[in-house]
């Protein structure tokens, strides 16, 4: 086996602590960046002016200056809540009753999508939740008739609906009545 000289390890030792940091800092920034988004959108301005800390909060329709979310749709109108399960279950409700697109999403504090329900899916009914953290099973007892258990991995998290709104003007207040629908709260049972 040949040998290497003295100039040949110190460049094998420098080039394996490039790839050992490059590979660390790679790593660090896939699991950092999204938890750092999250905090910001959680904890953020937008969520103490909206004061959407379990609560239901509606931003106003979105338009070329808007910037509170990457890439807004203008097409779209939102609804958004921050849900804290450390104090126990969030009820979040929904009954659009649309004719068009809506959806609701849930994400994690690591910025996960771990739940979604659409149009489609709700079939005309309404969207009844009984969001519960990974930590601890709900007491079945507690959860209301007719309420789907939907499972957190995280305590903390955020809520979006999105409702389509090709012509905001013309089906404005239809809009704004379905979208206004969405019931973010901490749950005291049935």
Not at 37 to 53: D, S
Not at 121 to 126: D, N, R, S, T, Y
């Amino acid at each position: 086996m040949k040998h290497l000289s003295a100039a040949q390890r110190l460049w094998f030792y420098r080039g394996l602590t490039l790839l050992v940091t490059a590979i660390l800092a790679h790593l660090l920034t896939i699991w950092a960046v999204p938890r750092l988004i999250m905090q910001v959108v959680l904890q953020g301005p937008m969520a103490q002016t909206l004061n959407m800390h379990n609560r239901a909060a509606f931003p106003p329709p979105v338009t070329a200056q808007s910037r509170a979310i990457v890439m807004p749709s203008p097409d779209l109108l939102y609804s958004v809540c921050v849900f804290d399960l450390s104090e126990g279950a969030v009820r979040l409700r929904a009954a659009p009753q649309l004719p068009n697109y809506w959806s609701i999403a849930l994400y994690s504090a690591n910025s996960d999508n771990f739940f979604v329900r659409n149009d489609r899916q709700a079939a005309g009914k309404p969207v009844d939740l009984w969001l519960v953290p990974s930590s601890g099973a709900p007491a079945q007892d507690r959860v209301p008739a007719g309420a789907e258990v939907v499972v957190s991995p995280s305590k903390t998290g955020f809520l979006l609906m999105r409702v389509l709104a090709s012509d905001y003007q013309a089906d404005h207040m239809m809009l704004e009545a379905a979208r206004r629908t969405l019931r973010c709260e901490a749950a005291r049972g049935p």
